[in-house]
Antibody, heavy 118, light 108 residues
Framework: QVQLVESGGGVVQFGRSLRLSCTAS????????MHWVRQAPGKGLEWVAM????????YHADSVKGRFTISRDNSRNTLYLQMDSLRAEDTALYYC???????????WGQGTLVTVSS | SSELTQDPAVSVALGQTVRITCQGD??????ASWYQQKPGQAPVLVIY???RRPSGIPDRFSGSRSGNTASLTITGAQAEDEADYYC???????????FGGGTKLTVL
């Protein structure tokens, strides 16, 4: 079965960096686009970034453009999110999700929590 | 516009039918997907494409679209359906996703 496991979250100081990982199993990772979606405490879902199946195309939300970078390593079945210049408003649970041909996000991980402190 | 608008809260009596709506210009071009999220859990896809259910999702969940409005209908709501429901779709670029603000469903 499809499994997505995020890691790398934690408490980080304002302005510092953090890299999140998402390890995939149960499907052909190299055939699907992938997303990062975040959820601030008590708030709704916010799309962060998307990467194509082969990593050739990357898209980022305006709120993170220039600070966050999505990437992937298909040989390791792993998705990444490099987060630089972190701000308080980046505090959230970060989910990775699998894209599909007729669906936006059919499988989700359990999330990894990022807390940006001053 | 790339925004999706949902009612913040909806309630339904046990066993009755409830419709949760999602409005936005992108829905004229793309079908919405719908997600159920219970407290402390990750979102779960319940409806996608024109009106498709992933394996394991009860057939009391259905989806539809009219113009710029997508709807999720639960026919015969159960206590376990109490949750937050989010819609999403691709934006006009086809690559960015946009989520609705979520609807909290209470089953009375």
């Amino acid at each position: 079965q499809v499994q997505l496991v995020e890691s790398g979250g934690g408490v980080v100081q304002f302005g510092r960096s953090l890299r999140l990982s998402c390890t995939a199993s149960g499907f052909t990772f190299s055939s699907y686009g992938m997303h990062w979606v975040r959820q601030a405490p008590g708030k709704g879902l916010e799309w962060v970034a998307m990467i194509s199946f082969d990593g050739s195309s990357k898209y980022h939300a305006d709120s993170v453009k220039g600070r966050f970078t999505i990437s992937r390593d298909n040989s390791r079945n792993t998705l990444y999110l490099q987060m630089d210049s972190l701000r308080a408003e980046d505090t959230a649970l970060y989910y990775c999700a699998k894209d599909g041909p007729s669906v936006t996000a059919d499988y989700w991980g359990q999330g990894t929590l990022v807390t940006v402190s001053s | 516009s790339s925004e999706l608008t949902q009612d913040p809260a909806v309630s339904v009596a046990l066993g009755q039918t409830v419709r949760i709506t999602c409005q936005g210009d992108s829905l004229r071009s793309y079908y919405a997907s719908w997600y159920q999220q219970k407290p402390g859990q990750a979102p779960v896809l319940v409806i996608y494409d024109k009106n498709r259910r992933p394996s394991g999702i009860p057939d009391r969940f259905s989806g539809s679209r009219s113009g710029n409005t997508a709807s999720l209908t639960i026919t015969g709501a159960q206590a376990e359906d109490e949750a937050d429901y989010y819609c999403d779709s691709r934006d006009s670029s086809g690559h960015h996703l946009v989520f609705g603000g979520g609807t909290k469903l209470t089953v009375l």
